[in-house]
């Protein structure tokens, strides 16, 4: 019997650094300010047509100064993001983006979010 390969369809972030327990640390701009990113990656697997699909993301600043981010969307309407984040970001805390993703088509879809 022929085994049927499974579709994946995933949202990255941009520019990750090596990634260590699961978490992907990145420095904001020219600075060595880290933020961490949980997951870094993400894959939406074994997909059905017409179905959305949600993982939250964390992003904390472990930095000891307060900070500003700023979340691009996506490019494609396929995936789609939502925060809460309503001015700096004190060291420390943390801020929950959710990324969503549905599609009324078959095919392989990739996209980014540059934090």
Excluded: C, W
């Excluded at 600075?31 to 964390?58: A, R, S």
């Excluded at 600043?61 to 309407?77: A, E, G, M, Q, W």
Aim: proline share 8%; hydrophobic share 30%; net charge neutral.
């Amino acid at each position: 019997m022929k085994k049927q390969a499974s579709k994946q369809y995933s949202i990255l972030q941009r520019y990750p650094e090596p990634v260590l327990n699961n978490t992907t640390t990145n420095h904001l701009g020219n600075t060595p300010e880290p933020i961490e990113v949980f997951p870094p990656e993400i894959f939406f697997k074994d997909i059905e047509p017409n179905q959305n699909y949600e993982v939250t993301v964390t992003v904390r600043n472990i930095s000891k100064r307060v900070r500003r981010l700023k979340f691009t969307s996506p490019k494609t309407s396929k995936f789609q993001i939502e925060h809460d984040m309503q001015g700096p970001l004190a060291a420390g805390l943390a801020v929950k983006m959710n990324v969503s993703f549905e599609t009324d088509q078959d095919g392989d879809f990739h996209d980014v979010v540059e934090i």
